[in-house]
């Protein structure tokens, strides 16, 4: 049981727009940055979004990160089939003392 | 360009010792934390442990602490993530990751700090 919370799996077709969610407390989200990471199968993860919004230079911005409260949600426009990949949020959490990880959403390309 | 490259894949029997790296380049290693984290087969990522080069300062994950050490040798630009008695339940690719920021004050770690980049990872095998 992973301390910020996604859904398994998202889907879409080619050119549309897929959000992901990740759900977590005071004490993570509420409270610090949110980070989004892409790990493309069999590869290292790679950072898409830092500090809630932020795009590292290379990332379209086709990728857009969001946070409200407790939660945060990764926004993925125009879909390519390269986008099929794991996605997983992260934060530090005050509470743990740790940096703590989403369960990953895996996004298909159908 | 900043990199981190980690060793080779290990496979290794219970109860045996253990002693992986992660060797930076491209930057100034003693400045930058360094991070482990786990994935184990078809699982997601988790957060083992930090360590600050320059003074050894770390933090653990309550899961790992205990479990495994992390090091580093300045003189070498490398970070280490050890094991005393391995166990099955250690199979596992193992990521370092060095943390970065662009916050310019004083009081942004951890918080706003992440993993970037991140070393092709290590697949630790524990089988007898």
């Known amino acids: 049981q992973s301390v910020l919370t996604q859904p398994p799996s998202a889907s879409g077709t080619p050119g549309h727009r897929v959000i992901i969610s990740c759900s977590g407390s005071?004490?993570?989200?509420?409270?610090?940055?949110v980070h989004w990471y892409q790990q493309i199968r069999g590869a290292a993860p790679k950072v898409l979004v830092y500090?809630?919004?932020q795009r590292p230079s290379g990332v379209p911005d086709r990728f857009s990160g969001s946070k409200s409260g407790t939660s945060a949600s990764l926004a993925i426009s125009g879909l390519r089939s390269e986008d099929e990949a794991d996605y997983y949020c992260?934060?530090?959490?005050?509470?743990?003392?740790?940096?703590?990880f989403g369960g990953g959403t895996k996004v298909t390309v159908l | 360009e900043v990199q981190l490259v980690q060793s080779g894949a290990e496979v290794k029997k219970p109860g045996e010792s253990l002693k992986i790296s992660c060797k930076g380049s491209?930057?100034?290693?003693?400045?930058?934390?360094i991070g482990w984290v786990r994935q184990m087969p078809g699982k997601g990522l988790e957060w083992i442990a930090t360590?600050?080069?320059?003074?050894?300062?770390?933090i653990y994950s309550p899961s790992f602490q205990g479990q495994v050490a992390v090091s580093t040798d300045s003189s070498i630009n490398t970070a280490y993530l050890q094991w005393s008695s391995l166990k099955a339940s250690d199979t596992a690719i193992y990521y370092c990751?060095?943390?970065?920021?662009?916050?310019?004050?004083?009081?942004?770690?951890?918080?706003?700090?992440?993993?970037?980049?991140w070393g092709q990872g290590t697949l630790v095998t524990v089988s007898s």
């Open positions: 990751a060095r943390l970065t920021t662009n916050c310019l004050v004083s009081d942004c770690f951890p918080t706003k700090y992440w993993f970037d980049p």
């Open positions: 491209g930057y100034n290693f003693t400045n930058y934390w």
């Open positions: 360590i600050y080069p320059l003074d050894s300062d770390n």
């Open positions: 005071s004490s993570n989200i509420g409270s610090n940055s």
């Open positions: 500090r809630d919004s």
């Open positions: 992260a934060a530090w959490d005050a509470s743990l003392s740790a940096w703590v």
